[in-house]
């Protein structure tokens, strides 16, 4: 009898446990989806929408260039 409460209330605190996890690990999702959006809502608004100057970055001209001191 002892033994069948014993083991009832283990698989209930597991139960609990288990539920206490998913309710946790679902509220970071959460939470961490918004924040990617709003990261990235910002991150386009600043990048994307400026205009950048037409020049060639890839190029080493300037390497030949002489730095003035």
Known sequence: MRRK???KKRKSVA?????????TLGI???F????ALG???MIK???VNEKWPDEEWSSDDWAEEELEN
Not at 15 to 23: E, M, N, P, T
Not at 32 to 35: I, K, L, S, V, W
């Open 5 to 7: 409460k014993a083991e």
């Open 15 to 23: 139960a609990k446990a288990a539920k206490i996890i998913l309710i």
């Open 32 to 35: 961490g989806a918004a924040a």
């Open 39 to 41: 990261i990235h809502g």
């Open 45 to 47: 608004k600043v990048f």
């Open 28 to 30: 970071g999702a959460v």
